[in-house]
């Protein structure tokens, strides 16, 4: 395998850990602020103090992190090849979610992560 491949796929992987990373931090601190207020002013602020708080912001600057590794990715990879590796961000949230937060994985949630693992595998051999 080539350093240029090798550095691609660390892209991904990287791609992927940051938006992890953003999502599971965000539903975070968006279970500690409790509910949003109803009346739109005060929801609006409600979400701007949100977005301003340390842990949200980091979130945010993973994603923005996690786009410019995509970037660098498909400089590395065409995109019909590196896009279904992104698809593993599905499976790490949902575990994370029930890891972190106990929420609840069901079977047919299950069924469809395996399916998107599945796919992932048969798109990479092509």
């Given at each position: 395998?080539?350093?240029?491949?090798?550095?691609?796929y660390l892209y991904i992987a990287m791609t992927v850990l940051l938006t992890v990373y953003?999502?599971?931090?965000?539903?975070?601190?968006?279970?500690?602020?409790?509910?949003?207020?109803t009346a739109p002013?005060?929801?609006?602020?409600?979400l701007v103090r949100l977005m301003f708080t340390p842990w949200v912001f980091s979130?945010?600057?993973?994603a923005f992190l996690a786009s410019v590794f995509w970037l660098a990715?498909?400089?590395r990879f065409p995109l019909s090849y590196a896009y279904p590796f992104?698809?593993?961000t599905f499976v790490l949230v949902v575990g994370g979610g029930g890891l972190?937060?106990?929420?609840?994985?069901?079977?047919?949630?299950?069924?469809g992560l395996v399916l998107i693992v599945a796919g992932i595998t048969v798109a990479s051999q092509g």
């Open positions: 395998m080539s350093l240029s491949a090798i550095s691609g953003g999502q599971l931090v965000i539903k975070w601190q968006v279970d500690l602020a409790g509910a949003a207020p002013v005060e929801k609006f602020l409600f979130g945010l600057a993973a990715t498909l400089t992104v698809a593993f972190l937060f106990g929420e609840t994985i069901r079977l047919p949630t299950t069924i």
